[in-house]
């Protein structure tokens, strides 16, 4: 084990800005990545349902 | 052979493809996740300090693997525009706009995470290096394959012009990799070689290439995702898109 505590864990040495500017900036885009896929891809399959329900309430 | 043959081409139609995209990408999201939190744990509480470069190194467990995958994504939609110039396959053009977006938020990270490591161990968040220039030039490959595809309206010209930035950008790949030696850097040499024993701690480098594998299976997982939002868009005329379960009322 590299800490003796957590305010040690945070500081990194000195290189706490550093290396969680990294690992933050890292965790976020992909976070950011997947909300906006599934935004996407629930905001495609709305429109198709909404569409596809028009259609039938038309041949009805 | 010729079996075998068939069954893939079969996967290249997007109405096969689709189900099994939404098959496979929650595995590869689970092995990712499993993957990221044995490699994070590595990171941080398994590497031992480093003896020159104290706490601050440890940036090197996000901005190795973000730049393998910036690369080898590109690599990816090298294969897929050249397989959708070949077979001329619908499917192959959507992959590489799926690929597109995670492929240059790597190289984006790794340029951030590079500009992070480079304050306080060179004193400059950004050198004209000839591995940092190669890299931006990637990212903004990836910014161009994206502004193309999305500046031309009919999805299968999109992919054609796409398809031949990808393939003529490839070459940028090998210019990165060997940056380090052909030209005099400031950034290091490669960590990792196949031809010679690694220069660094086991631990280390084990920590390295869990957190590359987790970045490549979360990669393919995103990539499915977003290639099935992508073949709703462009299908959304078909029979088989109207007859999906998840279209009914």
Redesign the interface.
């Given at each position: 084990?590299?800490?003796g505590s957590a305010g040690e864990?945070f500081a990194?040495?000195?290189?706490g800005?550093?290396?969680w500017?990294?690992?933050g900036?890292?965790a976020a885009?992909?976070l950011i990545?997947?909300v906006l896929?599934?935004q996407?891809?629930s905001a495609?399959?709305r429109s198709?349902?909404r569409?596809?329900?028009a259609d039938?309430d038309t041949q009805d | 052979m010729s079996q075998r043959l068939v069954n893939w081409f079969k996967f290249a139609s997007p109405a096969s493809f689709y189900p099994l995209a939404g098959k496979m990408w929650p595995w590869f999201a689970a092995i990712g996740t499993v993957l990221a939190a044995a490699g994070l744990w590595i990171s941080f509480f398994v590497a031992p300090t480093d003896f020159q470069q104290g706490e601050g190194y440890r940036i090197i467990f996000i901005h190795v693997p973000a730049s393998w995958m910036s690369m080898f994504i590109y690599c990816v939609m090298a294969f897929w525009a050249a397989i959708g110039i070949t077979f001329n396959t619908r499917l192959s053009g959507m992959m590489s706009s799926a690929l597109a977006p995670t492929g240059a938020l790597f190289a984006f990270l790794s340029l951030w995470t590079g500009a992070l490591w480079g304050k306080p161990m060179w004193g400059a968040w950004w050198v004209w290096d000839a591995r940092l220039t190669s890299e931006l030039i990637l990212f903004f490959l990836y910014i161009g394959y994206i502004a193309l595809t999305a500046a031309i309206d009919d999805p299968r010209r999109a992919d054609k012009a796409g398809a031949i930035i990808s393939l003529v950008g490839v070459v940028n790949v090998p210019i990165i990799y060997f940056s380090v030696k052909w030209w005099n850097t400031l950034h290091q040499g490669a960590s990792v070689s196949l031809t010679k024993a690694p220069s660094m701690a086991a631990t280390m480098l084990w920590g390295m290439l869990i957190m590359a594998l987790a970045f490549w299976m979360y990669s393919i997982a995103i990539a499915l995702y977003r290639v099935r939002a992508i073949i709703l868009e462009r299908e959304r005329h078909t029979a088989w898109v109207a007859e999906l379960p998840e279209m009914q009322r």
């Open positions: 084990m590299n800490w864990f990194m040495g000195g290189y800005l550093y290396v500017g990294s690992f900036v890292t885009a992909l990545e997947v896929v599934r996407r891809f495609v399959r198709l349902r569409e596809l329900a039938r | -």
